[in-house]
């Protein structure tokens, strides 16, 4: 009781401890280092890495038709049916093609806006443009593609535009063509933040040297700003690209009879068919081919302003 | 005084944390039910607790395909009942997930539509698994501005006069709608019933399908995406639930419905109880309740779908004037042969043969429709 209550004892005890405990990691900084790191790495392996894994395990596994029941042994057949079924290759195409054209869509249309933003426009008017960018994200995403529906349908505002000057009516409510408006407006800011973010990196004096070297305005935007400006394409793409591969709602409420992306697909295999492990095998496919596109935007240097 | 104190504090504590422990002794337990969203009201399951004691704990599900996974999830102990639509209830009895139900014990029965009392979706060898709750024909949907004449026949939705306005379920289950066009247009195929088709009955109804997908503006997943496709004009006619017809109608949209010549499909919902159930006493006395003319009629106009019970039709109109003739509550046995209920699609095609396409194939088939 009397040790107990002595303080001096009881703080030289906890000082020395500290002391030790604060020595061992001055002496082994890689100690340090990963004391701080392990439970951010732990936790990013449960969530990201264990679902991954998860998911590739799945896919070699198989259902039994009848009882809905996961059988647990290694086989190829979904991959083989993958491979064989020329549905599953239709819908991976159109997939990575709509995909593809949203992020050349946004690129051309993100390029002028965040050239704007960085180098025209005064401070006032950038922090009212940044505004106008990061409008759309408050609202909520299906709020934004369900008024995308009013716009395009039939009865609804395009053609009620187009009659009244006098043209003629735009059937593009529930096609592909929709799917691809919808997904470019909607994934838009995405692409405009890295864009600005490289544009307002470049700075001034090369622009005054490519001038003083006699170079006119499309010369050093084709031989200056655009290379400088790749980087930030390319991470935009990254996001425009990826969002629009892995997304299965915008394809239900503004695709027409011929719409199914890959989401669709995986979502029906596990709620219609109770078949988990071939939805797991088809969501490898846009694994795999956002591996091969981000190895791609390495070369290109997307990753270098990291 | 202390020690007894926290001894008394600590009793009332356990007392307080496990109040729910001492009230299931005493009234009837609880069931876990698995149902379609609004089949479990509180305006018929709040008097249903009163009346009996028993609690329920309801889990919406949201396709019969995620009730099917949901009552076979935790080995099948997890729920007592499930609200089970025709194309899932075969599957539950064949995967031994619910059991028989004695229809004795259900005081209401006698009063069911002959059609109801022993469905080939829920009565399997002379057994019931479980009792009839309520149903509805998948009719055809049209626009009355834009299609004439009035159709007569499903025809209309595979005929290219509606090219691009047309819109049909998205559900495998479809496939029985082109069977059943078939059966009544091409006597050859030798289509008995749309739900038990041989390999090439079934390629004729999605060969049917896919010359129908040109025509197809959109296959409709929600009912609320088939109101907008009509509301809008994106659509003039197609496949349909009486749920859509009765909120466009009140919205003043010019559409009827109708069951065409060739009959329909249509769905029938059944309350099946789980054969692992712990509580087989509170689940009788539901199912007894649920029969009733009144919580019958109270549902149906709820949901606006039609009762089993033919004693529902009187409180119906009470309820809401007309409602009875409305949904068909009081129509006539020759009404139900044309309607040729969901049931799940099995390999055995009830005639001895075994070469029938089971629930897998329609559901490749359709994915494969799509593209």
């Given at each position: 009781?009397?040790?107990?209550?002595?303080?001096?004892?009881?703080?030289?005890?906890?000082?020395?401890?500290?002391?030790?405990?604060?020595?061992?990691?001055?002496r082994?900084?890689?100690?340090?280092?990963?004391?701080?790191?392990?439970?951010?790495?732990?936790?990013?392996l449960?969530?990201?890495?264990?679902?991954?894994?998860?998911?590739?395990?799945?896919?070699?596994?198989?259902v039994?038709?009848?009882?809905?029941?996961?059988?647990?042994?290694?086989?190829?057949?979904?991959?083989?049916?993958?491979?064989?079924g020329?549905?599953?290759?239709t819908?991976?195409?159109?997939?990575?093609?709509?995909?593809?054209?949203?992020?050349?869509?946004?690129?051309?249309?993100?390029?002028?806006f965040?050239?704007?933003?960085?180098?025209?426009?005064?401070?006032?008017?950038?922090?009212?443009?940044?505004?106008?960018?990061l409008?759309?994200?408050?609202?909520?995403?299906?709020a934004?593609?369900?008024?995308?529906?009013?716009?395009?349908?039939?009865?609804?505002?395009?053609n009620?535009?187009?009659?009244?000057?006098?043209?003629?009516?735009?059937?593009?409510?529930?096609?592909?063509?929709?799917?691809?408006?919808?997904?470019?407006?909607?994934?838009?800011?995405?692409?405009?933040?890295?864009?600005?973010?490289?544009?307002?990196?470049?700075?001034?004096?090369?622009?005054?040297?490519?001038r003083?070297?006699?170079?006119?305005?499309?010369?050093?935007?084709?031989?200056?700003?655009?290379?400088?400006?790749?980087?930030?394409v390319?991470a935009?793409?990254?996001?425009?690209?990826?969002?629009?591969?892995?997304?299965?709602?915008?394809?239900?409420l503004?695709?027409?009879?011929?719409?199914?992306?890959?989401?669709?697909v995986?979502?029906?295999s596990?709620?219609?068919?109770?078949?988990?492990?071939?939805?797991?095998?088809?969501?490898?496919?846009?694994?795999?081919?956002?591996?091969?596109?981000?190895?791609?935007?390495r070369?290109?240097?997307?990753?270098?302003?990291? | 005084?202390?020690?007894?104190?926290?001894?008394?504090?600590?009793t009332?504590?356990?007392?307080?944390?496990?109040p729910?422990?001492g009230?299931?002794?005493q009234?009837?337990?609880?069931?876990?039910?698995?149902?379609?969203?609004?089949y479990?009201?509180?305006?018929?399951?709040?008097?249903?607790?009163?009346?009996?004691g028993?609690?329920?704990?309801?889990?919406?599900?949201?396709s019969?395909?995620?009730?099917?996974?949901?009552?076979?999830s935790?080995?099948?102990?997890?729920?007592?009942?499930?609200?089970a639509?025709?194309?899932?209830?075969?599957?539950?009895?064949?995967?031994?997930?619910?059991?028989?139900?004695?229809?004795?014990?259900?005081?209401d029965?006698?009063?069911?539509?002959?059609?109801f009392?022993?469905?080939?979706?829920?009565?399997?060898?002379?057994?019931?698994?479980?009792?009839?709750?309520?149903?509805?024909p998948?009719?055809?949907?049209?626009?009355?501005?834009?299609?004439?004449p009035?159709?007569?026949s499903?025809?209309?939705?595979?005929?290219?006069?509606?090219?691009?306005?047309?819109?049909?379920?998205?559900?495998?289950?479809?496939i029985?709608?082109a069977?059943?066009?078939?059966?009544?247009?091409n006597?050859?195929?030798?289509i008995k019933?749309?739900?038990?088709?041989?390999?090439?009955?079934?390629?004729?109804?999605?060969?049917?399908?896919?010359?129908?997908?040109?025509?197809i503006?959109k296959?409709?997943?929600?009912?609320?995406?088939?109101?907008?496709?009509?509301?809008?004009?994106?659509?003039?006619?197609?496949?349909?639930?009486?749920?859509?017809t009765?909120?466009?109608?009140?919205?003043?949209a010019p559409?009827?419905?109708?069951?065409?010549?060739?009959?329909?499909?249509?769905?029938?919902?059944?309350?099946?109880?789980?054969?692992?159930t712990?509580?087989?006493?509170?689940?009788?006395?539901?199912?007894?309740?649920?029969?009733?003319?009144?919580?019958?009629a109270?549902?149906?106009?709820?949901f606006?779908?039609?009762?089993?019970?033919?004693k529902?039709?009187?409180?119906?109109d009470?309820?809401?004037?007309?409602?009875?003739?409305?949904?068909?509550?009081?129509?006539?046995?020759?009404?139900?042969?044309?309607i040729y209920?969901?049931?799940?699609?099995?390999?055995?095609?009830?005639?001895g043969k075994?070469?029938?396409?089971?629930?897998?194939?329609?559901?490749?088939?359709?994915t494969?429709?799509k593209?």
């Amino acid at each position: 009781m009397a040790a107990g209550l002595d303080p001096t004892q009881g703080l030289s005890n906890g000082v020395g401890a500290r002391r030790r405990f604060g020595g061992a990691l001055w002496r082994r900084p890689w100690l340090k280092g990963a004391a701080l790191l392990s439970p951010p790495v732990l936790g990013f392996l449960l969530i990201y890495v264990a679902a991954l894994v998860a998911l590739f395990v799945y896919a070699f596994w198989t259902v039994d038709p009848f009882t809905s029941l996961t059988i647990h042994s290694w086989t190829l057949d979904n991959f083989r049916e993958l491979w064989h079924g020329s549905t599953y290759h239709t819908v991976a195409f159109r997939t990575v093609s709509i995909a593809a054209a949203v992020t050349v869509t946004d690129a051309i249309i993100a390029f002028p806006f965040a050239y704007l933003m960085a180098r025209l426009a005064g401070p006032r008017t950038r922090a009212l443009l940044f505004i106008l960018v990061l409008l759309p994200l408050w609202a909520s995403y299906l709020a934004r593609v369900y008024a995308w529906r009013l716009i395009l349908n039939s009865d609804g505002l395009l053609n009620w535009s187009l009659h009244k000057v006098g043209l003629p009516s735009a059937g593009i409510a529930y096609t592909n063509t929709a799917m691809w408006i919808v997904f470019s407006y909607i994934w838009l800011p995405f692409m405009i933040l890295p864009v600005y973010a490289s544009l307002e990196r470049i700075p001034h004096s090369y622009i005054e040297a490519s001038r003083d070297l006699g170079a006119k305005g499309g010369r050093t935007l084709r031989s200056v700003i655009l290379p400088l400006a790749l980087p930030g394409v390319v991470a935009g793409s990254i996001f425009t690209f990826s969002l629009t591969l892995g997304d299965y709602i915008t394809p239900v409420l503004v695709g027409g009879a011929s719409s199914q992306f890959i989401g669709n697909v995986v979502y029906d295999s596990v709620n219609q068919a109770s078949n988990l492990p071939f939805g797991a095998a088809f969501a490898v496919v846009p694994v795999v081919v956002m591996g091969i596109y981000l190895l791609a935007a390495r070369k290109l240097g997307a990753f270098d302003a990291l | 005084m202390t020690k007894r104190m926290w001894a008394l504090l600590a009793t009332l504590a356990v007392a307080a944390a496990f109040p729910a422990a001492g009230a299931t002794k005493q009234t009837g337990g609880t069931l876990n039910m698995i149902a379609w969203e609004g089949y479990l009201q509180p305006q018929w399951v709040t008097p249903f607790t009163k009346a009996t004691g028993c609690t329920i704990h309801a889990k919406y599900g949201g396709s019969s395909d995620e009730m099917v996974t949901l009552m076979r999830s935790g080995g099948g102990n997890q729920y007592d009942m499930v609200s089970a639509s025709g194309d899932a209830s075969l599957r539950l009895i064949y995967g031994k997930d619910v059991q028989p139900v004695d229809p004795s014990k259900i005081p209401d029965f006698k009063n069911f539509g002959q059609a109801f009392k022993s469905p080939p979706n829920n009565t399997v060898g002379g057994k019931h698994y479980g009792i009839s709750l309520q149903w509805g024909p998948n009719t055809l949907l049209y626009n009355t501005k834009s299609v004439k004449p009035a159709p007569t026949s499903w025809a209309a939705i595979y005929s290219p006069k509606y090219k691009g306005k047309v819109t049909v379920p998205d559900n495998p289950i479809q496939i029985a709608d082109a069977a059943l066009y078939l059966m009544k247009t091409n006597a050859s195929l030798g289509i008995k019933d749309p739900y038990e088709l041989n390999p090439t009955q079934f390629n004729a109804a999605v060969s049917l399908l896919k010359k129908q997908k040109p025509l197809i503006k959109k296959y409709w997943a929600l009912a609320s995406d088939e109101i907008s496709l009509f509301k809008n004009n994106d659509a003039v006619i197609g496949a349909s639930w009486p749920y859509q017809t009765n909120t466009l109608i009140a919205d003043k949209a010019p559409v009827k419905d109708l069951v065409p010549k060739e009959g329909a499909t249509g769905w029938l919902d059944t309350w099946m109880v789980s054969a692992k159930t712990k509580n087989l006493d509170c689940a009788y006395k539901w199912l007894a309740w649920i029969s009733t003319p009144k919580v019958q009629a109270q549902q149906a106009i709820y949901f606006g779908e039609t009762p089993v019970n033919s004693k529902a039709c009187a409180i119906m109109d009470k309820l809401s004037k007309g409602s009875c003739a409305q949904y068909h509550a009081n129509a006539p046995l020759k009404y139900f042969k044309q309607i040729y209920f969901w049931k799940t699609p099995i390999a055995d095609c009830g005639n001895g043969k075994k070469n029938c396409m089971d629930y897998t194939k329609w559901q490749q088939a359709w994915t494969q429709l799509k593209g």
